[in-house]
């Protein structure tokens, strides 16, 4: 039988509410304030999760801390998207038994990506009974009903249930940034990628509506932050299964369109439905900046077609044509993965091309990780550890090169940046294109959009001084 989307009604959501009550009146009536710490693996989808998480733990009555010493409750929000990821979370879970022997009254709770895999969830179950509560990304909103539980009955909870997923509005939120804010417009992935476990633990796709997401922006805005990112795993598919006639153009216009002194970004697009609309819309609109991050995994046509990635590297290359025609200042960031099952030498010298003839600003390349249930993992795979290595050293090496060239051409430029913290003696701040740029200056200025003239760089940054 085929799942559907669970929208949370309100009476669920005040139910949730309920639960916080319960939990505030726990703690005060005991005279403690209870304190949380949440740390999160992985994307920015779960970095946005873990803002509601706060937002929760917030509700119930928890201030925050940044260690796991002493803490009241530990929330790991985990990621599964290579299996160096996982084996970080089972490190750092064995860990805890050590803080809550110190800490008896700690409750540790796990969620995120990992506990969509129902290995993972029965290997906790089994082997780390000093959890006390694992969910799925699909149970997020229930939160405060599983913290209730375990406190009240000091029994483990597992709400790992596999569903399509769920939508629920207006769970609270405790962001960490005071200037950039993300912004989830959907969740889950239709798109089965043969090497990504993300459609198996997030479920399908299903959009939000444009006026929740409208009005959570114009309320950031109003709030003061100056950088909104849209999140969704495959962007593009935005608003298909509303049917509103609103696809994710349309979507970014609107918010572009919006009041106010803010920067709009957007995570991630595929290259197989990236619309032209798309890239005109960037185009049109100054609050959008003109970045694009455009993955294409592989520069070789039979490895694409076994990643089921449906696009081909031509296809690829005149979107990216059409981008850069457009705007000639685009900055375009990719991601990549080298040693898939059966790439070749030659193959990879495909990926080196289209490396060379794009130039990326910036590339994000990850080696070929097997994930249990995804259909790569049974794929044979005959290259060496050693081999993939290599080939993953020459690709890093060939694009710091390009970084490093690309950032040269910065220098005697006068970039506008938005200034958002402090680095040692230096002020850090982000070009519309994502490049981090460093500068002497005061505090004061952090939150503020400023001219910076740039002076000199690294492979990583550029340098530069403040012109008024
Ligand atoms: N939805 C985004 C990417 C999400 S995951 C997209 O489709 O572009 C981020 C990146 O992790 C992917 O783009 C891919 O390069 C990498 N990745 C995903 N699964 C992987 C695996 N099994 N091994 C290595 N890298 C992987
Ligand atoms: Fe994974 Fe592909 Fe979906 Fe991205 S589009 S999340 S790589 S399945
Ligand atoms: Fe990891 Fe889940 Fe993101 S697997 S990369 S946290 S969607």
């Excluded at 991601?335 to 590339?363: C, H, Q, S």
Aim: charged share 25%.
């Amino acid at each position: 039988m085929e799942k559907k989307t669970t929208v949370i009604s309100p009476e669920q959501k005040r139910r949730q509410e309920g639960f916080c009550g319960e939990i505030r009146e726990y703690w005060q009536a005991q005279g403690i304030t209870p304190i949380a710490f949440v740390d999160t693996y992985g994307c920015q989808q779960n970095e946005a999760d873990s803002e509601r998480i706060r937002g929760m733990l917030d509700a119930c009555g928890y201030g925050m801390t940044d260690t796991e010493e002493g803490a009241d409750i530990i929330v790991l929000n985990t990621c599964a998207i290579r299996e160096h990821a996982e084996q970080r979370v089972f490190g750092n879970v064995g860990a805890l038994t050590h803080t809550k022997r110190r800490h008896p009254r700690q409750k540790i709770f796990l969620c995120g990506c990992m506990m969509g895999q129902p290995s993972v969830s029965d290997r906790i179950k089994h082997s780390y009974p000093h959890v006390d509560g694992v969910f799925s990304t699909h149970h997020l909103w229930q939160f405060p009903e599983l913290l209730w539980r375990v406190l009240k009955t000091g029994k483990r909870v597992f709400s790992v249930e596999d569903e399509a997923g769920s939508i629920c509005e207006g769970i609270p939120v405790v962001r960490t940034n005071p200037l950039k804010a993300w912004v989830s417009v959907m969740y889950g992935c239709n798109n089965f990628c043969s090497y990504c476990i993300v459609p198996y633990v997030r479920g399908r796709e299903r959009s939000r509506l444009p006026e929740d997401i409208l009005s959570e922006c114009k309320e950031l805005i109003a709030q003061g932050y100056k950088e909104i990112t849209l999140l969704g795993q495959n962007v593009n598919s935005y608003g298909k299964d509303l049917d509103l006639g609103v696809d994710f153009a349309d979507l970014m216009a609107s918010v572009a369109q919006l009041e106010g002194q803010f920067r709009l970004r957007f995570m991630t697009s595929h290259p197989k439905d990236a619309s032209k609309k798309l890239f005109d819309t960037i185009a049109k609109y100054p609050k959008i900046c003109k970045q694009f991050h455009l993955p294409f995994q592989s520069g070789n046509d039979r490895v694409l077609k076994e990643m089921n990635r449906r696009y081909t590297s031509a296809q690829y290359l005149e979107l990216v044509e059409y981008g850069r025609k457009l705007m000639p200042d685009l900055i375009l960031t990719s991601d990549v993965i080298v040693g898939f099952p059966g790439e070749t030498e030659e193959e990879f010298n495909d990926t080196l091309k289209l490396i060379e003839k794009v130039r990326y600003d910036a590339l994000f390349t990850f080696i070929f990780s097997p994930r249990g249930g995804t259909p790569a993992a049974s794929m044979p795979d005959p290259a060496t550890k050693a081999e993939k290595n290599a080939r993953f050293d020459r690709l890093v090496t060939l694009q710091n090169q390009i970084s490093e060239e690309k950032h040269r051409a910065y220098i005697g430029s006068v970039q506008r940046v938005l200034v958002d913290g402090r680095d040692g003696d230096l002020l850090t701040s982000r070009t519309d294109g994502g490049r981090l740029v460093r500068f002497m200056g005061e505090d004061a200025l952090i939150g503020s959009f400023i001219d910076v003239k740039i002076a000199d760089c690294t492979t990583w940054s550029l340098f530069g001084e403040r012109v008024d």
